[in-house]
Nanobody, 116 residues
Framework: QVQLVESGGGLVQAGGSLRLSCAAS????????MGWYRQAPGKQRELVAA???????NYADSVKGRFAISRDNAKNTVYLQMNSLKPEDTAVYYC??????????WGQGTQVTVSS
């Protein structure tokens, strides 16, 4: 079992920044990758950014150049730095962890609201 606890969401004006954190605990030794997904009202959940255990990163086209994912292995924490936020970034952001066998764990979600 893997437990994920997210923090850092909130309300920000367009052009502002937020940093999300996701702390992992439990059976984290077999994680292949961790990442962030988001789901806006009426839309499907989509990948925002992911980082593998080896440090490779992947971003949605809509956030490239604005968001940055990183991890602190000592703290078992993944971060999502979000800059130049836009109203269309408004969504519930979920932390995700995937094991080597492909099983996915999810955090409880944190709301990010960007006002215009």
């Amino acid at each position: 079992q893997v437990q994920l606890v997210e923090s850092g969401g909130g309300l920000v004006q367009a052009g502002g920044s937020l940093r999300l954190s996701c702390a992992a605990s439990g059976s984290i030794f077999n994680l292949r990758a961790m990442g962030w997904y988001r789901q806006a009202p009426g839309k499907q959940r989509e990948l925002v950014a992911a980082i593998t255990s080896g440090g490779s990163t992947n971003y949605a086209d809509s956030v490239k150049g604005r968001f940055a994912i990183s991890r602190d292995n000592a703290k078992n924490t993944v971060y999502l730095q979000m800059n130049s936020l836009k109203p269309e970034d408004t969504a519930v952001y979920y932390c995700n962890a995937e094991t080597l066998l492909g099983y996915a764990y999810w955090g409880q979600g944190t709301q990010v609201t960007v006002s215009s």
